[in-house]
């Protein structure tokens, strides 16, 4: 049975449904030697290149869905290659014997933490959908004064971009004095650098920025940066059911 062309190469774990559309709108997809377009359905028995790489369909039922915990430190892209020769997170991932580890979203440059990568483009795509709406917990070290009235505003809705009003779930207080003040915040989409614009919004600085949680996915204590835990079957079928995989 034929299957949208993103669906297929996200399951054979070559990127996420959404990478891949953008691949498909540059042109650098091809089936049997025929650029591919958005739309197209394939079977798992074509010939598929990618910048002219011949790509190894995996049928997503004979292959094992793994997920990685990385506790991402500062100073790491998301990306896989960058022209400024900035480490990437995927330095230091283990190597894959087919397919290749697929980052769950992003965190900046600046920004510290707990970062999901799959194996499974599918699965990357549903965790990332807007309408999933995981919560994501940070930890924020604030400099600047912060009143009552700015973490009301923060929680109702503040216009930081062109895609509309943002808030925060929550708000606690977690302690801290001058400028080590540290508060956890949730939030509930990934919108790029949602945190950071919040509370720059409010005329404060963030100057430091940890992701401790993902959904039910928490930052273990004993995760130094820079390392990474492979999660456990049941937790990946956990992660796979909540997005009703």
Excluded at 26 to 50: C, F, H, M, P
Excluded at 119 to 134: F, T, W, Y
């Amino acid at each position: 049975m034929s299957e949208k062309i993103q669906k297929v190469l996200a399951n054979a774990g070559l990127a996420s449904r959404r990478q891949i559309e953008v691949w498909l709108k540059e042109g650098r997809i091809s089936i049997n030697g025929q650029v591919a377009k958005l739309g197209d359905r394939i079977t798992t028995d074509v010939k598929v290149r990618v910048d002219g790489r011949e790509i190894k369909l995996i049928k997503s039922a004979n292959k094992k869905t793994r997920v990685l915990l990385y506790h991402k430190p500062q100073g790491e892209i998301c990306s896989r290659s960058d022209p400024e020769k900035r480490p990437t997170v995927f330095d230091r991932l283990p190597l894959l014997r087919n397919g290749r580890w697929i980052s769950v979203g992003r965190l900046d440059f600046n920004t510290s933490g707990v970062l999901l990568l799959t194996n499974d483009g599918e699965l990357a795509n549903r965790l990332m959908h807007p309408s999933k709406e995981i919560e994501r917990e940070y930890a924020v070290r604030i400099k600047g004064q912060v009143s009552p009235d700015m973490l009301e505003n923060l929680k109702k809705g503040i216009i930081v971009d062109e895609k509309g009003p943002a808030h925060f779930e929550k708000i606690m207080d977690v302690g801290g004095e001058g400028s080590n003040h540290w508060y956890h915040v949730l939030v509930k989409e990934g919108r790029n650098r949602i945190v950071r614009k919040l509370w720059e919004s409010q005329g404060v600085i963030v100057s430091r920025l940890t992701r401790i949680r993902f959904g039910d996915i928490t930052l273990p204590r004993s995760l130094h940066r820079g390392k990474w835990v492979e999660l456990e079957q049941e937790v990946v079928n956990n992660l796979l059911s909540s997005v009703n995989i």
